[in-house]
């Protein structure tokens, strides 16, 4: 079965980095493209990055544009998410995706001095 499982989460100041994992398992991860989702509570998930299947195009929204950035390791099954220059509005559970159906539990992130 499908499995993702997100980690490297965690408390940064403003100003900080963090690196996020999302280790898969159970399909044919290098046929895939892959998301990297966010939500806070009361609002919706936000798209925030998505990467080809290959790795060689990478979209972003607006408000993460130029400060993260999204990867893959197809040998080792695993997307990241790169993540600098923190705000306090990136504080938010982060979420990723495969196929707009499966999802991993989350890894929070709280960016707060």
Do not use: H
């Not at 990136?90 to 196929?99: I, K, Q």
């Amino acid at each position: 079965q499908v499995q993702l499982v997100e980690s490297g989460g965690g408390l940064v100041q403003p100003g900080g980095s963090l690196r996020l994992s999302c280790a898969a398992s159970g399909f044919t991860f290098s046929s895939y493209a892959m998301r990297w989702y966010r939500q806070t509570p009361g609002k919706a998930r936000e798209l925030v990055a998505t990467i080809s299947s290959s790795g060689g195009v990478a979209t972003y929204a607006d408000s993460v544009k130029g400060r993260f950035t999204i990867s893959r390791d197809n040998a080792k099954n695993t997307m990241y998410l790169q993540m600098n220059s923190l705000k306090p509005d990136d504080t938010a559970m982060y979420y990723c995706n495969v196929r707009d159906y499966y999802w991993g539990q989350g890894t929070q992130v709280t960016v707060s001095s």
